[in-house]
């Protein structure tokens, strides 16, 4: 009777039995052998080395496909040896991101595998989820769109702070980086701001609330003179550049800030947030949307909606989204005027006069000459 393979660290048999005639066995051995390893109840050191024997022999001579359901069973198994990983992330590709990305632990071993044929694994590092903040704010600070990509998909990690705003103010216009971050559950509404235009309605709303809750704390710059009638006027009679010239004008705006977002499909509500922000009373901007565009005035539910915008964000919160999504400041006052700032307001600086200029002080009165009794 044959010795049982247990007996045989190194598996010799099952390679040479994968070496008879032109039937390839090798890919069979690796995933049965590997599912054995996975299932065992109990993995002395005689049988981690056996496995580990192997796997290291077969893992570069077979086919990606297999090498790529073997790396999926290993790769986040605890018990997997480090030769295992290394073998399997020497292999390159999507099989070297799935070890880096899924590996409990990474020894400089893999990480050298990894890194033998000079591929970049800052990606695959970004999809773990034991990264340290200060690793997590490193990467993001790269500002390359694939990391940038995978830490927004990798939902274990805890977004933050810095690496929150960086993100978000990237995707403005990365459409796919915007999806990503709006799909994460972890990122307050109050944090979403430039990506309100890619938001849906629910989500609108609820950045809506958050950013209006803050903009009423502050005061609200005037309103420009005679906006209803000046825009009205310009829909009225069709004349787009007239209209977008004024709006810009009255808001403190380049020409072309409709072209801030890359999906036109969404200027309209960018129109919609600078139409809130500029005052415009709610009949008046329904005359807006019915006259400027035909496009626009022959679909009920597009003017519907735009409506149905106008009136759930307030002016203040029109006024900071537009600030957001464009990242630009908008005009205080019109004229290159600036902002009121109350003297008496706690934080508010007290002009004070030189020395030099100081009123002198008041000179002293003169005095009475008293008057004796006698002439």
Partial sequence: MSPSLDDAPDFSGLIELSRLGDLDLKPVILRVQTDLFLTATARDRKTVEAFESLAGGLIPTVDDETAEIVARKLAPFPATPQSVLAALAARGGEIRDLVIAQAPDLSALVIEAALAD???????????????????????????????????????????????????????????????????????????????????????????????????LRPAPPLPREAGAILTGFSGRKDVAGFVGALSDMLGLQRNFLAGTPDPSRRYDLLTLALRAVGLHEEEAVYVFLTLNETVARSVDRVYDLVKLFRTIPRGAARDLLCAVLDMPLAERLNGGSAHQPYAAPDAVRPRMPATERAPLRPALPGRVRQSGTA
């Fill in 118 to 216: 000079g591929s970049d694994i800052a990606v695959a590092i970004a999809r773990r989820a034991d990264l340290s903040r200060s690793l997590i704010d490193e990467m993001a600070s790269r500002d390359v769109a694939a990391i940038d990509l995978a830490l927004a998909e990798n939902w274990q990690l805890s977004l933050q702070g810095t690496t929150v705003a960086l993100l978000v103010g990237r995707a403005r216009t990365r459409p796919d980086l915007a999806q990503a971050l709006l799909a994460r559950p972890d990122l307050a509404p109050g944090d979403l701001g430039p990506l309100f235009l890619y938001s849906d309605e629910e989500l609108r709303e609820a950045i809506g609330r958050a950013v209006g809750s803050r903009a009423a």
